[in-house]
């Protein structure tokens, strides 16, 4: 089941952070208090998101995002900042996030959501475009 998640779900949702820092190939530190707090303001800012993939009582995947205005137009945009789904626990229940993401996404009236690609992995944007997500950006960082 896809749900938004509780206080109950933060270790766990830490967890997962961390592996998705991990994975993401991110040139900096993970940094659990941040994580904490970007998982505390999903819980009570509304144009934020923290969904959650349960299994048996147990988050296995997690998607975070926020919604604001964009910045050359007039519109709101959904933007990911992190998805991850245990390794163990992927599958179709990618669609079932995407999914849940695309509806909290309209609800907080957003004209677009937006999603990131780890770039090493084709099946992601692959899975993206079978949405009907359209490559816009890709991202680069440099070490200052």
């Not at 938004?4 to 997962?16: C, E, F, G, Q, Y």
């Amino acid at each position: 089941m896809i749900r938004p998640a509780v206080l109950a779900d933060k270790m766990r949702v830490l967890t997962m952070a961390k592996a998705f820092h991990a994975a993401s190939g991110l040139p900096f530190q993970f940094s659990a208090p941040h994580a904490d707090a970007l998982f505390r303001s999903s819980l009570t800012d509304p144009d934020r998101a923290c969904l959650v993939y349960d299994v048996s009582g147990i988050a296995r995947g997690v998607l975070a995002a926020q919604a604001g205005a964009h910045q050359f137009a007039a519109i709101k945009v959904a933007s990911e900042i992190m998805w991850w789904i245990d390794p163990n626990n992927r599958g179709s229940v990618a669609l079932k996030m995407l999914a849940a993401y695309e509806d909290w996404a309209r609800d907080r009236g957003c004209a677009f959501a937006a999603m990131v690609g780890l770039g090493s992995d084709p099946a992601v944007g692959a899975l993206y475009e079978r949405r009907g997500y359209q490559p816009a950006e890709r991202h680069f960082m440099k070490s200052l």
